[in-house]
């Protein structure tokens, strides 16, 4: 069983910056995926970033890429998200998640899901 929360949204101006936290407990956390997706009112829950269970390999969606940086620390069991630049199309609530999949941009494949953080970016 793992259990994810996130913490760090809020209010932020237009080209401000946010870092999203995702603790996480349970085991063998440093033997998975980890990956951050949003989901804005009326939209499906979208890809954003993901990285690799020891953190050397990361992937982002284009949208996000120069913006977003994504990052884990396994003694810590924390992901990550550092979001600059941010404009009010990043609205949405942020969800941490774990998968044990390969095919990481598809929340289908998620086993588990934070309760998820509200990010609003004014204009």
């Known amino acids: 069983q793992v259990q994810l929360v996130e913490s760090g949204g809020g209010l932020v101006q237009a080209g401000g910056s946010l870092r999203l936290s995702c603790t996480a407990s349970?085991?063998?956390?440093?033997?998975?995926?980890m990956a951050w997706f949003r989901q804005a009112p009326g939209k499906e829950r979208e890809f954003v970033a993901a990285t690799s269970r020891t953190g050397s390999i990361t992937y982002a969606t284009d949208i996000v890429q120069g913006r977003f940086s994504i990052s884990r620390d396994n003694a810590k069991n924390m992901l990550y998200l550092q979001m600059n630049s941010l404009k009010p199309e990043d609205t949405a609530v942020y969800y941490c998640g774990v998968t044990y999949s390969a095919r990481i941009t598809s929340h289908a494949n998620y086993a588990y899901w934070g309760q998820g953080t509200q990010v609003t970016v004014s204009s």
């Open positions: 349970g085991r063998g956390l440093s033997t998975v995926t």
